[in-house]
Structure formats: structure tokens, C-alpha cells
T-cell receptor, first 114, second 113 residues
Framework: EAQVTQNPRYLITVTGKKLTVTCSQN?????MSWYRQDPGLGLRQIYY???????DKGDVPEGYKVSRKEKRNFPLILESPSPNQTSLYFC?????????????FGEGSWLTVV | GQNIDQPTEMTATEGAIVQINCTYQ??????LFWYQQHAGEAPTFLSY????GLEEKGRFSSFLSRSKGYSYLLLKELQMKDSASYLC??????????????FGSGTRLLVRP
């Protein structure tokens, strides 16, 4: 079954304690991306990757890092989380190129920073 | 820059038809997506319009007019399970063909019996 898997799904953490949200896809997709979703603001792109070792900033990259060492994995790293990073996070993947391709989303990770 | 506008909330009756509009300002884009999202869940793909016109998929249809900067999602024979948020998103056309999406803030649809 085609899947994008995120972990953890739910996390409460404290300000400044480094955390990593993992994302893995089993569809051999080149493209992967992280979004955050906040009330009234819709989905905003944090970082994206077009392939292994190729990453770029989205619209709201401050306070986040990513890496793409393997095609299937795209972890999101919060080096020093702050309360304004409390949000619902989605990882997504898609095949590159063409048009009409859809993006597959993970189930989401609820992150609360206190 | 880019800007996407959608109504915040809409209410409709079970069995009826509802049209959710999306207007946008952008210098160029490859296509326009519509996604459905139930509260706390991942967005699920509904449609992708590249060319102007209406695309029909069962109870859902999506329309695009590039010259007017306008799209709509049409939902027919509304069911209670259609209560969800509907997200309009542009796939931008950057030089490197990367997959850059800009989402609207979504329209929350409430279907009443």
C-alpha cells in the first residue's frame, strides 16, 4: 500500500529540547516536502526536496532543518523548539515532473511546545 | 507574490448542490488543485485542473478560468460526510520545475440534514 508515514503522531515537548519528526514514503518518489498547518493560515511549506541531497527552503523555514540522505526519508528537525512552532505538521511526497500528479500526505503530527 | 482567497465557511443542506470559489493572483502556475480535509486528518486529493474548463468526477466537479483568476469546486447531492474543509492550491511554475504548492486557507463546509 502506498504510504507516507510520520512519527510521532502526537508530541508535547518543552522549549529548547531538540526533536525530530520522521517521514518515510514507500513510493520511490523524488519529491518530498514538509508543511505546517495553523488555524486561518492554511498549509504553509517549510522545506522541500527534489531528490537525495537536494533540499530547499519553502515559505516558513525559520527554526527548522531537514536532510535527505536517502530517497525514502525526509526528517524534520527542530533544533530548539519554541511555542510558536506548536502546529500540525504534514509530510508529503510526489513523483517529480509531469502534471496532474497528486501529492500524497502523511497523517499529520500534532506538536505542542510548552 | 501569490495570493489565494477562499470563503472561510459555508453551510449547505444534505442533497443540495454547493459551489466553493477560489480566486487567486499569481504570475504563473502549472495547475490548480482541490483537496478535501476532514478535521485533524491529512488532505486528500480531489482534482487537478491545468486547462480552462470543467472537469467532472462523479459528484465533484472543478472549474478553472485562467483569464479570470478563478476556480470553483462544485459538490452535488451533498452527503453528511462531505462536511470538511476544502483547500484550493496552486502548483507554481518555477524555473527548476520543482513542485511548489501554495495553499489557500481553506473553506469549511458544514452539511446540515
Amino acid at each position: 500500500e502506498a504510504q507516507v508515514t510520520q512519527n510521532p503522531r502526537y508530541l508535547i515537548t518543552v522549549t529548547g529540547k531538540k526533536l525530530t519528526v520522521t517521514c518515510s514514503q514507500n513510493m520511490n518518489h523524488e519529491y518530498m516536502s514538509w508543511y505546517r498547518q495553523d488555524p486561518g493560515l492554511g498549509l504553509r511549506q517549510i522545506y522541500y526536496s527534489m531528490n537525495v541531497e537536494v533540499t530547499d527552503k519553502g515559505d516558513v523555514p525559520e527554526g527548522y532543518k531537514v536532510s535527505r540522505k536517502e530517497k525514502r526519508n525526509f526528517p524534520l528537525i527542530l533544533e530548539s523548539p519554541s511555542p510558536n512552532q506548536t502546529s500540525l505538521y504534514f509530510c508529503a511526497s510526489a513523483p517529480s515532473g509531469g502534471y496532474g500528479n497528486t501529492i500524497y500526505f502523511g497523517e499529520g503530527s500534532w506538536l505542542t511546545v510548552v | 507574490g501569490q495570493n489565494i482567497d477562499q470563503p472561510t465557511e459555508m453551510t449547505a443542506t444534505e442533497g443540495a448542490i454547493v459551489q466553493i470559489n477560489c480566486t487567486y493572483q499569481t504570475s504563473g502556475f502549472n495547475g490548480l488543485f482541490w483537496y478535501q480535509q476532514h478535521a485533524g486528518e491529512a488532505p486528500t486529493f480531489l482534482s487537478y485542473n491545468v486547462l480552462d474548463g470543467l472537469e467532472e468526477k462523479g459528484r465533484f466537479s472543478s472549474f478553472l478560468s485562467r483569464s479570470k483568476g478563478y476556480s470553483y469546486l462544485l459538490l452535488k447531492e451533498l452527503q453528511m460526510k462531505d462536511s470538511a474543509s476544502y483547500l484550493c492550491a496552486l502548483r507554481l511554475a518555477p524555473m527548476d520545475s520543482s513542485y511548489k504548492l501554495i495553499f489557500g486557507s481553506g473553506t469549511r463546509l458544514l452539511v446540515r440534514p
